[in-house]
């Protein structure tokens, strides 16, 4: 019977090669806990948790103390066969903390997923076995993210993530229209304003931005996360899709977007669901309702997105994948796991999620 026997916990953090501005916040480097949970047979499961407090709460002193003071004591001599049994008592265990519990629950599948011996995408269910991701145009001034969108689709990219919402939106506009004139027209663009719009405003700027032919595949997140009722209005004011992000943390407010017809897509994140046990529900929820997903990541390392492409590659309904932030790191911290061919990405044909090792951490900080 394969036991938990440990729980250990180090803090990282890798500068970036350019600073990640959105309308929430400006990001310089990524700092994260990395969790190391090995079994009594020897095997090592990994996850990862970036402290992300303007948009999850967590702060790296939090997600520690959860991990350490909370669900070490729930894991330490616990069946992995009984996982179902693990993840209930992680998620019944505190309110919040839903990054701390993507750690853990991303380490825990990728053990139960090497006792199978499988990869961990096709113990999920192995719909595929590569994604692509696309590329994130960091808010500048419209003449740097042309720059660096033609920079980004030199390298392969042929989908392009646009960040908007943090000043004027006559400013948001110029900056389409400069990355559509730098990349032409055989580029998708996705908008995402990251709650940075009022509702009228969103739908006078993707009303423009339909006019003036930009070609948009959809805006993400464009007004406050609890703002339902306004997300609605933007959605049923627009013809271009509205994809739901901050407003969707859990289960039960993604049926609530739905039900009410607020979005058009749902966008997917481990340290918004707590981990892959809730994100499946969540992605079964939106397939009933007919409406497709995607899955992203804030800024963490190969550790955490290795989980998140694990989970967007098993699955039918998860059409589309935002895994960019390891390719914005100075450092690759991670030894094994998911591998990028440019926008492509493989999975290693190792059991759970392949990750060997986790390197330049700093010292471990809890067990």
Known sequence: MSMIQSVEVMRQSTPLKKPFKTALRTVYSTESIIVRIQSDDGRVGWGEAPATIVITGDSLDSIHSAIVHTFTPLLVGKSLLAYERILQEIHQSM???????????????????QHCGLPLYQFLGGYKDQIETDFTVSV?????????????????FNVLKIKVGKDDILEDIERIKEIRRCIGSSVKIRIDA?????VKDAIRTIRRMEDLGLDIE???QPVKAGDIEGLKMVTDHVETPIMADESVFSPIQAFEVLKSRAA?????KLMKSGGIYKAQIINHIAEEFGVECMVGSMIESRVAVT??????ASKKNITRCDFDA??????????????????????PKASGLGILDVVHSQSPVGS
Not at 97 to 112: C, F, N, P, R, T
Not at 264 to 268: A, K, S, T, V
């Open 95 to 113: 309110i919040g903390s839903s990054s701390a519990k993507a750690a853990v629950d991303m380490a825990i599948y990728d053990l139960v997923a």
């Open 140 to 156: 500048n001034s419209p003449k740097e993210m042309g720059e660096d969108a033609v920079r980004y689709v030199q390298e392969g």
């Open 194 to 198: 990251n709650q940075g719009w009022q």
């Open 218 to 220: 959809l805006v993400e």
């Open 264 to 268: 058009d897509l749902i966008n997917i």
């Open 307 to 312: 989980a998140a492409a694990h989970l967007a």
């Open 326 to 347: 390891p390719l914005m790191m100075l450092q690759d911290i991670v030894v094994g796991g998911v591998k990028y061919d440019g926008r492509v990405m493989t999975f």
